[in-house]
């Protein structure tokens, strides 16, 4: 399994970025890949997720802020970040599983420990 995020990059406070997770090796059928971001001194944290039937999870705070969709025939997991923010700023990190019954299905998990497959990260630095 290998996963590729890009689209990070330096952004001014309000605007938008879409970051692209790519994807290679996962059990398509049955996968869900989630999206998380780690501040430099604070923990990692889960912004959104979706299975391979199109079902999200969005982390509350981040609703109507962020949007995760995927593209299969790409084999690529987008998050859209708009409105961003000078505290969005963290390295973002796409992740995957397999485990459909327990960390997939129905509501795709956000805790980073339940992802076993994991990207090299992007940055994402927003300026106020």
């Known amino acids: 399994v290998r996963l590729a995020e890009s689209g990070g990059g330096s952004v001014q406070a309000g605007g938008s970025l879409r970051l692209s997770c790519a994807t290679s090796?996962?059990?398509?059928?049955?996968?869900?890949v989630g999206w998380f971001r780690q501040a430099p001194g604070k923990e990692r944290e889960g912004i959104a997720s979706?299975?391979?039937?199109?079902?999200?999870t969005i982390e509350e705070s981040l609703k109507g802020l962020f949007t995760i969709s995927r593209d299969s025939a790409k084999n690529t997991v987008y998050l859209q970040m708009n409105n961003i923010a000078p505290n969005d700023t963290a390295m973002y990190y796409c992740?995957?599983?397999?485990?459909?019954?327990?960390?997939?299905?129905?509501?795709?998990?956000?805790?980073?420990?339940?992802?076993?497959?994991w990207g090299q990260g992007t940055q994402v630095t927003v300026s106020s």
């Open positions: 979706i299975d391979k039937d199109g079902t999200t």
């Open positions: 992740a995957a599983d397999h485990k459909w019954d327990t960390v997939c299905a129905g509501h795709p998990s956000l805790k980073d420990v339940d992802y076993n497959y």
């Open positions: 090796g996962l059990r398509y059928a049955s996968y869900c």
